[in-house]
Antibody, heavy 120, light 108 residues
C-alpha cells in the first residue's frame, strides 16, 4: 500500500525559499499525480499544484504560479515542492497527496504534512 | 476559478443523529468531479467520497454523497463518535482544484 513520507519541519526567514520532499513507498509512483496542498493555522485547505511524474510537467494554481516549483525524481520516487520569496502568510502545514487517476485530481493517500514556519 | 461555499459553518449534533453537509459551487462542476474529505485535529485529510457519490475504499456505508452541477450534499446517516471532525468538499473538474472552507461537525 502506497505511503507518502514527507521531510521534516522547517523554519525560514522572510524572502528565503523552502523545499519540501515527499517520498513514495509501497506502491506505483510514476503513473499517479502528486498534489501539494497547504493549510495555514486554523484555516482550510488550499491546492497549490501537482505533477504526474511520468510526464514531468507540473500544473500550478495561478496564485502560486510565480513562486512555486514542483518536480519529481522517478529514480528515488520523490516529489519536491519549492516555494520562494517566503512571507509570514506562507506559514502553514504543507501536504503532498496522491491522485489515483491521472485525469482526476481527488486525493486518496496523504502524507502527514510538513510544517513550514516563516519568521524573522 | 470555481468557488465552493459550504454550509453550515458549524453543525452541532449528537451521536446517532443524521448529519447533512452542503457544498455549492459558483459554476457547474465538470463531470460531477466533486470529492468530500474529513479532517481530525492534527491529522491529514481523509478521502470519503469522490465523483460526487462513490465511497472511497474502507469508508462505511453510513456516508453517502449526492448532487450534480452546482449543488452537492454529504450525508452521514447515523453519527458515530469518530465522525466528529471538519468536513471539506473539493472540486477537481477544472484547475485550480479548489476546496470549500469547511464545515465543523461538533458534539452537541
Amino acid at each position: 500500500q502506497l505511503q507518502l513520507v514527507q521531510s521534516g519541519a522547517e523554519v525560514k526567514k522572510p524572502g528565503s525559499s523552502v523545499k519540501v520532499s515527499c517520498k513514495a513507498s509501497g506502491g506505483p509512483f510514476s503513473i499517479h499525480a502528486i498534489s501539494w496542498v497547504r493549510q495555514a493555522p486554523g484555516q482550510g485547505l488550499e491546492w497549490m499544484g501537482g505533477i504526474i511524474p511520468m510526464f514531468g510537467s507540473a500544473n500550478y494554481a495561478q496564485k502560486f504560479q510565480a513562486r512555486v516549483t514542483i518536480t519529481a525524481d522517478e529514480s528515488t520516487k520523490t516529489t519536491y515542492m519549492e516555494l520562494s520569496s517566503l512571507r509570514s502568510e506562507d506559514t502553514a502545514v504543507y501536504y503532498c497527496a496522491r491522485a489515483p487517476s491521472v485525469y482526476q485530481y481527488y486525493m486518496d493517500v496523504w502524507g502527514k504534512g510538513t510544517t513550514v514556519t516563516v519568521s524573522s | 476559478e470555481i468557488v465552493l461555499t459550504q454550509s453550515p459553518g458549524t453543525l452541532s449534533l449528537s451521536p446517532g443523529e443524521r448529519a447533512t453537509f452542503s457544498c455549492r459551487a459558483s459554476q457547474s462542476v465538470s463531470s460531477n468531479y466533486l470529492a468530500w474529505y474529513h479532517q481530525k485535529l492534527g491529522q491529514a485529510p481523509r478521502l470519503l467520497i469522490y465523483g460526487a457519490s462513490t465511497r472511497a475504499t474502507g469508508i462505511p456505508d453510513r456516508f453517502s454523497g449526492s448532487g450534480s452541477g452546482t449543488d452537492f450534499t454529504l450525508t452521514i446517516s447515523r453519527l458515530e463518535p469518530e465522525d466528529f471532525a471538519v468536513y471539506y468538499c473539493q472540486q477537481y473538474g477544472s484547475s485550480p482544484y479548489t476546496f470549500g472552507q469547511g464545515t465543523k461537525l461538533e458534539i452537541k
